[in-house]
């Protein structure tokens, strides 16, 4: 199975498309107020452009949250699956 990345990384006219859609998405207000309350995250917990830490949200709040390693943090929101 391909990742994500490496999809759009092989495939022009897709990874267009999600650029195009991405644009559009960040200009309207829920686009913003993510990025906006990221942003704010981010600076509180005195995380600069680079840092190996990404700014993790504490479950359920938009406000608070910890620095954590990039991983861990992105691989809390990757499908789980069950062995059945």
Request: charge should be positive; hydrophobic fraction near 25%.
């Amino acid at each position: 199975m391909v990742s994500t990345a490496e999809y759009y990384r092989q495939n022009e006219p897709a990874r267009k498309r999600r650029i195009t859609q991405q644009k559009k998405y960040q200009k309207t207000a829920k686009g913003r107020g993510i990025k906006l309350r990221a942003n704010k995250l981010r600076a509180k917990l005195g995380l600069n452009v680079g840092d190996p830490r990404d700014a993790a949200h504490y479950a359920g709040s938009k406000t608070k949250g910890r620095p954590q390693a990039r991983s861990t943090n992105r691989a809390s929101r990757s499908l789980k699956i069950r062995n059945t």
